[in-house]
């Protein structure tokens, strides 16, 4: 899909960047989310304000990049043409190699931000999100629909609320039409198997973790990482989960109650074992505790590189996170 994307603009505003404050450079910028390992913004003048440009400052060299692009090409395509979520325009622009990492900018076309699923469900009444979560779940059933198709591909989703746009969403109007239409957007990561073989490189994940950290994050949490977003009824619980984030716990009963109708009645086929509240609770404590140590444990390291190393920090951390 076609972008005006401007890479010169990119290299200007890369050259500039003070990690520590992103939109402090002399392009401007804004901030418009943080992930782990990569930042959204949307970056430069008028004409570059309708995309939205993901910076992900983690390859080592060409054939790194190269692999990432193909993978990340095909893992798109699939989901649109085989599994039939909708994307929004994408594309991509990679920096000439300077000192440091090779940095991938991802663009995608903006969405309005009170689309978003996690905006939109603090102005949705109660009944309509429970409706936008069973819509998400008839998004992601497509993909285990595909997977159990027993083909060579086999493709894993984050299916979190704040990874969703509502098409044509009325946000003044505060509530959801009859039909629901829904854009899936977070495809930076993709997940992607052939034959049982993990597409995506897997240490890649850990070109932002504090060196002292490597070892015991490939140990113990990198396979978990790699492999729950292939199963439904984690990301299924992931979802409903999203709402001790959001701050409304008190939403997760009824939620609880939507997934398990849903698994029971339209997803029957795929055999989903239903979810408890116990344990939605359980894990979102157990995630929300491991990516809290590992942001705290990047601020350290952080402060080692630049403070007594007096070496860069490439990445862009966020502030404090409510959880």
């Not at 992930?35 to 060299?61: C, H, W």
């Not at 959801?176 to 997940?191: A, K, M, V």
């Not at 009824?254 to 698994?263: M, P, R, Y």
Request: aromatic residues 12%; negative net charge.
């Amino acid at each position: 899909m076609s972008l005006d994307i401007d890479l010169d603009l990119l290299q200007e505003f890369e050259k500039h960047l003070d990690p520590r404050n992103p939109d402090h450079g002399k392009i401007p910028a804004e901030v418009l989310g943080y992930g782990e390992i990569s930042t959204v913004f949307e970056i430069g003048d008028e004409r570059q304000r309708n995309l939205a440009y993901k910076r992900m400052p983690i390859f080592e060299n060409d054939d790194e990049l190269n692999h990432y692009k193909r993978t990340f090409d095909e893992y798109c395509r699939v989901l649109i043409e085989e599994v039939g979520l909708e994307l929004p325009p994408y594309g991509y622009a990679n920096l000439p190699p300077g000192e440091g990492m090779m940095v991938l900018f991802l663009a995608q076309k903006k969405l309005i931000p009170e689309s978003i699923g996690n905006k939109a469900i603090h102005i949705l009444p109660r009944e309509d999100t429970a409706r936008l979560v069973r819509q998400i779940l008839r998004e992601l059933k497509k993909l285990w629909e595909f997977n159990a198709g027993k083909g060579t591909l086999e493709l894993g989703v984050d299916g979190q609320i704040s990874n969703w746009s509502i098409k044509g969403f009325d946000a003044a109007n505060r509530r959801l039409g009859d039909e629901i239409n829904l854009i899936y957007f977070d495809t930076s990561t993709p997940f992607l198997r052939i034959d049982g073989v993990e597409q995506l490189d897997p240490e890649l994940f850990l070109r932002s973790a504090p060196s002292f950290l490597v070892w015991i994050m490939r140990l113990l949490f990198l396979e978990d990482v790699m492999t729950r977003y292939y199963d439904f009824h984690l990301v299924a619980t992931d979802l409903i989960a999203n709402f001790y984030k959001e701050q409304l716990p008190e939403y997760i009963p009824d939620l609880v109650g939507v997934a398990n109708d849903f698994l029971e009645n339209e997803a029957a086929e795929l055999g989903v074992s239903p979810i408890t509240e116990k344990e939605v609770r359980s894990y979102y404590r157990e995630d929300a505790l491991i990516w809290s140590l590992y942001l705290n444990a990047r601020r350290i390291d952080r402060f080692l590189r630049t403070r007594l190393l007096r070496k860069d920090y490439p990445y862009i951390l966020p502030g404090k996170i409510k959880r």
